[in-house]
Structure formats: C-alpha cells, structure tokens
C-alpha cells in the first residue's frame, strides 16, 4: 500500500522536450506539494495545492505548470525543458499536524 | 522571512560516539519536523515537535524542541553505522515547511 507514489521514476530527456510527472496520495489529505532537490540535497519548494486549489507558486519558469484534477492527485507538466531542470523532483501530501509525506522521487536528466 | 539553519553541515564521527545535530530558526513557529534521507531514497518522517519542550525519542535518536530559543536538536546516543544518511530538520510556516540544507552524516565502523 504505497501511500504517496509518483510515475515514473527516471525520466531522461533531450532539451527542449515536454514531460509529464504523475503524483498520488492514498492518505486523505487535502493538500499536496511539488518540490525541487537539486544536485546539493536543498529542498526547494515549487507548488502547493489545497483541495484543488492553488495555494503556494514559489519563483518558479512557467515552463512548469502543475494541476490536480481531484484532491488526491497533483501532476507536474514541463514545457521546453531545460538543462538546469535536471533534478529530483518530489511529490508529499501533508496531514493535519503538518507532517508532511514524500513519494519515492522522480530523477530527470536533461540531455 | 523565516529562515532556518543547521549545523553543522557535514559530520562524520566514529561508531559508539555521541553527538547533536542543531536547527535554528528565525522567526516564532512551535512546530518542527525531523527528515532523514538516505542516497538516493526519498524523505522519511523521524520526528514530528508540535510544542515548545516537546522530545520524542526513537531508538537511538532523540530530538526536542525549545521554541523560546528557536532551536531544535538532533541528539545521536552510541551512533552505529546505520544512522548515516542526511537529515534535515524543518519548520512550518503558512501552510508550508521551510527546510534546512540538511546534514550529512558518516558514521565510520
């Protein structure tokens, strides 16, 4: 029962290309998250949705553009994508404490 | 702009040794999280501190929370081996966690 899980695991791609990075939550929770983690290990965070709605869009390209069709999904879409975009991206959903729970990550290497 | 800083930033210590991981914070919150991460794996939850004076303790980890001084530690009692990876502490803040740069810690045999 994996309870944040994220598709696919590795993406590898040419400059310029489209992607598409699938997130889902089997907890209930209202709200989900996007982040970067780049070569360092910093956690940057990207996008946040409470119960559909957009609630967090930190400095991001808008070459990224997230939705969350229902409450327990959150998708990340990334036009012309770029050789700097190359890191792991994570999806987390948060609990009411505000703990929050991550997914297993998607590594993207921009060729 | 809350900020939140820890340190150090690397430690590597022996086996069986102790020592404490610091996460300070900038502005008032009374509720701080404990991440550990391992290469290449994902983030899991350690530690959830939801009030000042809080300690939670696990195996051979222990963290407590003093919102007055704005700290957090991370203490490591006999660490072992298995205790490497990164840690990161965290601080919520507007419906949102604001994370330190993490810690990376090696423990030798």
């Known amino acids: 029962d994996t309870a944040v899980s994220q598709t696919p695991k590795y993406l590898v791609t040419q400059m310029g290309n489209d992607k598409s990075i699938k997130c889902e939550q089997n907890?209930?929770?209202?709200?989900m998250y996007w982040y970067k983690q780049d070569s360092k290990k910093f956690l940057k965070i990207m996008f946040s949705y409470n119960n559909k709605e957009l609630i967090i869009n930190e400095t991001v390209p808008n070459r990224f553009s997230p939705k969350s069709p229902d409450k327990a999904h959150l998708n990340l879409h990334i036009n012309s994508l770029e050789l700097g975009d190359s890191a792991v991206y994570f999806c987390?959903?948060?609990?009411?404490?505000?703990?929050?729970?991550f997914g297993p990550g998607t590594r993207l290497t921009v060729l | 702009e809350l900020k939140v800083e820890q340190n150090p930033l690397f430690l590597s210590m022996q086996e069986g040794k102790n020592y404490t991981i610091y996460c300070n914070y900038s502005t008032t919150s009374d509720r701080l999280y404990w991440y550990r991460q391992d290469p290449g794996k994902s983030l899991e939850s350690l530690f959830v501190?939801?009030?000042n004076g809080a300690v939670k303790q696990e195996g051979r980890l222990m963290a407590s929370l003093d919102t007055k001084a704005r700290l957090s530690t991370l203490h490591i009692t006999a660490a072992v081996h298995d205790l490497s990876a990164t840690y990161f502490c965290a601080v919520d803040s507007n419906y949102q966690l604001i994370w330190g740069a993490g810690t990376k810690l090696i423990i030798k045999p």
């Open positions: 501190l939801l009030s």
């Open positions: 987390a959903s948060t609990h009411l404490n505000g703990e929050q729970f």
């Open positions: 907890l209930g929770h209202d709200t």
